[in-house]
């Protein structure tokens, strides 16, 4: 937005923050409840009425979705009251950034977010209590209604599965074959890991409550052979990281915590590594981005570190990182830049 634009710019953009709430749940509506996806359907056009009886609704519930639809630029309404989608709909309707964002968004992070002053004030994610009374969102993931959990990790996955293909051809360059994934969640870059090389094995290390799933999904895939499991919390300065790892991956693992916590974090990475281990780092830098959507939904997503996940980390830029890193004691051989078509920076580390 231009600095310059006129007051009444800028007070109709503030009305648009004043009832983005709102607006956003009718556009949660339009999305659920087909209006959008039957008004994509007819490209030439289609009136209310033909919307309400089509879908079996109200010509009044359509009526009142459809006026904030056009307030929100999302159709357009021609002189013969046909109903079009705009370009704003179409991505509303039809784009997959999109729909994982919104659903993210309305099933994880709106009702938490009422608490996100109290989050500021506390230094907690007090949004987190509208789930359960764990201190990280993580300690409780498992247990997340599954509509909830569902949402959750189709967003963790969306913002990383992209780069992994990518990801996989820099990492084994070398052909570790000892490959410790630190935050490991689900074991999905471990069961890629697998499928990409026949003789690398993988030790996952995270919470217990996460081991319980990785190691479920390991033993679906039959990989319990290849794969092997180590119970920690990283932010226990008294439990390490075992040693042998011709490599240490973190796939947004570092952007889960402070900046405190991630020099803690890259502490033990450095006590648990040689001088020929390679550290891998693979985030979503918001200020190394190709489009201002993916910047924008960036800093979007450390809202939803203050106010549900932790309430003290966020989406780092690549100047903080690179700080971080260096102050551990390693340093950056290779900066691997937006890899493929992700949102993605790959940084390679080896111990000073």
């Known amino acids: 937005m231009q600095p310059s634009i006129s007051a009444i710019e800028a007070k109709f953009e503030a009305q648009k923050l004043a009832f983005g709430p709102i607006y956003f749940q009718a556009i949660v509506a ?3 409840l087909k209006i959008l996806e039957t008004i994509a359907a007819n490209r030439k056009g289609i009136k209310l009425e033909t919307i309400a009886s089509t879908l079996n609704l109200t010509v009044y519930g359509v009526g009142v979705l459809l006026d904030a639809a056009k307030n929100a630029d999302l159709i357009h309404i021609d002189e013969n009251d046909c109903i079009t989608l705009t370009k704003i709909g179409f991505f509303i309707n039809s784009d997959k950034m999109t729909e994982i964002n919104i659903n993210f968004v309305n099933d994880v992070c709106y009702e938490g977010s009422k608490y996100i002053t109290d989050c500021i004030k506390n230094n907690k994610p007090e949004g987190l209590k509208v789930f359960g009374e764990w201190d990280t969102v993580y300690e409780g993931l498992s247990q997340l209604p599954e509509k909830v959990k569902d949402s959750w990790f189709k967003f963790d996955h969306y913002y ?30 471990a069961k890629a890991c ?11 290390l995270d919470l217990p409550s996460q081991i319980e799933m990785a190691k479920k999904n390991m033993e679906a895939n039959g990989l319990l052979n290849r794969v092997d499991f180590h119970q920690t919390d990283m932010l226990d300065k008294f439990q390490k990281i075992p040693m042998g790892a011709d490599v240490i991956w973190m796939s947004q693992f570092l952007d889960c915590f402070s900046a405190a916590e991630i020099e803690l974090i890259l502490s033990k990475v450095h006590e648990a590594s040689s001088d020929a281990t390679k550290v891998y780092i693979l985030e979503t830098f918001h200020d190394n981005q ?4 993916a910047a924008y939904s960036l800093t979007g997503t450390s ?9 003290n980390s966020k989406m780092y ?17 290779k900066t691997d830049a937006l890899i493929g078509n992700s949102y993605h920076t790959l940084l390679t580390c080896k111990k000073i």
């Open 317 to 333: 830029s690549l100047k903080e990182m690179e700080l971080l890193v260096k102050k551990s004691g390693f340093k950056i051989v």
């Open 303 to 311: 809202l939803y570190f203050t106010a549900i996940a932790n309430g």
């Open 194 to 204: 697998c499928a990409f090389n026949k003789d690398v094995q993988v030790k996952i």
């Open 290 to 293: 190709k489009f201002p959507a």
């Open 160 to 189: 990383s599965d992209d780069a992994f293909p990518y990801a996989l051809e820099l990492v084994f360059q070398d052909a570790p074959k000892y490959l410790f994934d630190i935050g490991g969640n689900t074991g999905k870059w």
């Open 30 to 32: 339009l999305r659920e």
